[in-house]
């Protein structure tokens, strides 16, 4: 039986990020602002368009604000492996065994990230936390797997942490 990894919780940079998203949605409430305020003139293409921008924005701003806050206000441990399973805290409050985990590490176009699956029943006893599920949404757009082992806050990179789970549990082809 392998020994437990245990991933600490380094909240410097998850917390000056969290000031950039928080920026981003209070841009976004002005953009959002700004084309209610051109309504009615003439030309509402621009004003419609602004509009959506700043929802835009300040819908993603708010998902990674979201994420950024988990790991900014985490004391403690970021990431927890042992034989019984995974315990990643921004993720889930909850251990998820490893047989219901598939993951691999995936370049996404600017970086690598570890991605994972979580089978059922295990993905609904884990209560994955809001931030998370919203980024899975877009993964699966993205035909990914749907959770992200964030590096953020670790002081590693996917590779390293997928270095570690692979000690665990292989990853998937």
Not at 8 to 29: K, T, Y
Not at 90 to 100: D, G, K, Q, T, V
Not at 128 to 153: C, D, H, K, T, Y
Request: glycine fraction near 10%; charged fraction near 15%; aromatic fraction near 8%.
């Amino acid at each position: 039986m392998r020994a437990p990894v245990i991933i600490p919780n380094r909240p410097l940079l998850p917390r000056l990020l969290l000031l950039f998203w928080v920026a981003e949605i209070a841009v976004g409430l002005l953009f959002a602002a700004a084309g209610y305020e051109l309504l009615g003139q003439a030309g509402n293409g621009g004003a419609a368009v602004l509009m959506l921008m700043g929802v835009v924005l300040a819908v993603v701003g708010a998902v990674m604000a979201g994420h950024c806050w988990r790991s900014a206000r985490l004391a403690g441990n970021a990431i927890e492996m042992t034989g019984a399973g995974l315990m990643d805290r921004r993720l889930s409050a909850h251990p998820i065994p490893w047989e219901a985990v598939s993951w691999k590490v995936i370049f996404n176009g600017r970086s690598y990230a570890l991605q994972m699956d979580i089978a059922e029943p295990a993905r609904s006893a884990a209560a994955i936390a809001w931030p998370a599920r919203a980024l899975g949404v877009f993964s699966r757009m993205l035909r990914q797997p749907e959770f992200n082992v964030a590096a953020l806050g670790t002081a590693m990179t996917a590779e390293e942490i997928g270095k570690r789970m692979a000690g665990f549990k292989p990853p998937t082809a």
